[in-house]
């Protein structure tokens, strides 16, 4: 029997490693103990030995397993589940001789590793939706603290969210686990906060500058247990307070109820109204406004584009220069009623740079992108259309989180992992800079034929409807 003892209840790189060389070294599950170090001081059972330097091969030519089983066991691993380590192991044994293995749904072994990483999933939903932010301290030494108690270990695996969503604040996550917080430039982490740790109210600013300042962090004492009810007679209370007004007054998730299409998780007007004070990203500082996305709530469609130009900055509204008037006139030669289509930017500020009195556009940076794809992902979440047609690589890095080559996937229906359709086309100023007459008439035939796939579905929802 072998003990493989884990640094922490995240470390999935080191257990994949280290599953791969037992596996190689045809190590039976039933020979293998998962624990991992320091979890309650737990003394070592008797007949198991910790395992004896095993070494980590590399290569890649002895076996493999199909890619979705790493990214089944990557959130799957992120349970609480003590046993979670030594299910992903057994199931990393079967996969070497029977590679269609996760196809069978009604296998024990597959339905408890998908049932934890959906319930993995639900617990990093919940966090992005009950988390609230408090302000402590004033003007330049102010600093966002959030409590929330997670179901599973996904803080250092959700963090780099409220990093993307909240970048321009400093801010603090603090649960029993762990505590995650933000500088404006690094995520760090420190142990969790025991109820024994709980100052009174009046406390709170105090208890920030000695324990959560990033960078003058403790390492206090792990206890022995982690406390999942917390008094409310501490530093957390008026966080609970916020969560449980926001949420209705439910810390834990509620039942789940069946999806109605046009349940809005956002409203638009609340949205338009937050995205005009956003300082995600620096190109606020120069552009004249935020240029959010227009349409009908009831729109099926969203069409994205890259970001607003130098006469959408000046309007504030999307697409009502050249490239909106080319794509005005391509939707009607499509049959796409234009007025039933919400249409929007991957990024909602201008970003240029000065040539006289003359504004020429600069294209977005990866890191502009993910700043603002939180308005992109809040705006699907209010409209919930059926299809999104991405416009020019920016829009189509934004809805795929990637990059994404136009030419390869341009023209086609694409299934999005939330079960919607998704279209790649180019940008329609991609025609207006085209210097040949008539590769310009060609292009743009080929735009009006994409957009005409849109067009079906339009067609076909008011059937339906």
């Not at 089944?72 to 992120?78: E, S, V």
């Not at 993995?120 to 966090?127: F, I, K, L, S």
């Not at 600093?143 to 969503?165: M, S």
Request: charged content about 25%; proline content about 7%.
């Amino acid at each position: 029997m072998y003990l493989i003892t884990l640094d922490s209840q995240t470390d999935f790189e080191s257990w994949r490693k280290t599953a791969r060389a037992l596996a190689l070294h045809q190590i039976a599950p039933a020979d293998v103990t998962w624990s991992v170090q320091g979890r309650a001081n737990e003394a070592v059972p008797a007949g198991l030995c910790e395992a004896p330097g095993i070494p980590l091969i590399e290569t890649d030519g002895t076996f493999s397993v199909p890619a979705n089983f790493i990214e089944l066991a990557r959130i799957a691993a992120l349970h609480r589940d003590g046993e979670r380590f030594a299910l992903l192991y057994r199931l990393l044994w079967r996969l070497r001789t029977d590679h269609d293995l996760l196809e069978t749904r009604a296998d024990p072994d597959v339905a408890q590793a998908t049932a934890m990483a959906v319930s993995v999933h639900r617990d990093m939903q919940r966090m992005r939706d009950v988390i609230r932010f408090r302000e402590i301290g004033r003007e330049h030494n102010a600093h966002y603290a959030a409590w929330f108690v997670p179901e599973h270990h996904i803080v250092e695996f959700t963090a780099p969210f409220f990093a993307r969503r909240y970048a321009d604040m400093p801010w603090s996550i603090l649960t029993p686990d762990i505590c995650a917080h933000w500088d404006g430039h690094a995520i760090s982490f420190t142990p969790g906060i025991s109820q024994t740790e709980m100052p009174a109210p009046n406390r709170l600013e105090e208890t920030w500058r000695r324990h959560f300042r990033p960078d003058h962090p403790i390492m206090p004492e792990a206890p022995k247990k982690s406390h999942r009810n917390l008094s409310k007679a501490s530093i957390l209370e008026p966080l609970l307070v916020d969560a449980e007004r926001w949420t209705g007054g439910w810390i834990t998730p509620r039942p789940e109820a069946p999806m109605k299409r046009k349940l809005a998780a956002d409203d638009l007007d609340a949205l338009r109204k937050e995205a005009a004070h956003c300082r995600a990203c620096h190109l606020y500082k120069d552009a004249t406004q935020t240029v959010f996305g227009e349409g009908p709530k009831s729109a099926n469609i969203m069409l994205v584009g890259e970001q607003p130009g130098d006469k959408e900055d000046l309007a504030g509204h999307p697409f009502v220069g050249p490239a909106g008037q080319m794509l005005d006139r391509a939707l009607e030669e499509a049959g796409v009623d234009r007025k039933k289509v919400y249409v929007t930017n991957a990024v909602k500020h201008f970003k240029f740079v000065p040539r006289g009195k003359v504004r020429l556009h600069q294209k977005p940076t990866t890191p502009e992108i993910r700043a603002c794809r939180q308005w992109y992902e809040r705006e699907v979440s209010a409209i919930q259309p059926d299809l999104i047609v991405a416009m020019g690589a920016t829009a189509a890095q934004s809805v795929f989180g990637k990059i994404t080559p136009i030419g390869k996937n341009r023209g086609r229906l694409i299934d999005l992992p939330d079960g919607r359709k998704a279209l790649v086309t180019v940008h329609p100023s991609y025609l207006l800079r085209l210097p040949d007459p008539e590769t310009k008439v060609l292009e743009y035939q080929r735009f009006v034929d994409d957009l005409k796939i849109a067009a079906g579905l339009q067609k076909k929802a008011a059937r339906a409807a």
